[in-house]
């Protein structure tokens, strides 16, 4: 893997996409990131975090008590990962942020691999800084 592969930003209408490579020191210092979302990850995300932590790292090592999930639940995350398949290959799955820390405790496997986490747009305008 290359050193920028999966690390973007993505934005439509209803939601933000990000390449779960990107630390969050990178996602402060990229313009494309919206300007609230980094606001979040100032004020309250490194309260809790390392900047250098990626996404994945952080969703792999989330606790169900921190503030940075209760906010990821509300920001009605979605993560996007491959699911390493048994004979072999991957699958591609997608799931909530609650749905994904749970999983993660009993079923994450080594060779699985988170790619994306996305927000929607509208709970990141309803959310209070």
Do not use: C
């Not at 920028?4 to 990178?26: C, I, P």
């Not at 090592?61 to 979605?78: A, F, N, P």
């Not at 820390?101 to 209070?128: G, R």
Request: charged share 25%.
């Amino acid at each position: 893997m290359n050193e920028n592969d999966y690390k973007y930003v993505m934005q439509d209408v209803s939601s933000t996409q990000l390449g779960a490579r990107f630390s969050y020191e990178d996602l402060l210092a990229e313009d494309r990131v919206p300007f609230k979302f980094q606001s979040i990850i100032k004020i309250y995300f490194l309260r809790e975090i390392l900047p250098t932590i990626t996404i994945a790292e952080h969703f792999l090592h989330m606790d169900t008590k921190s503030l940075t999930y209760d906010i990821y639940k509300q920001l009605k995350v979605k993560i996007r990962f491959y699911e390493a398949k048994d004979k072999g290959g991957f699958t591609a799955k997608q799931m909530k942020a609650e749905e994904f820390v749970s999983y993660v405790q009993k079923n994450w496997k080594e060779e699985n691999m988170i790619y994306e986490i996305s927000f929607s747009n509208l709970a990141l305008m309803a959310f209070s800084v």
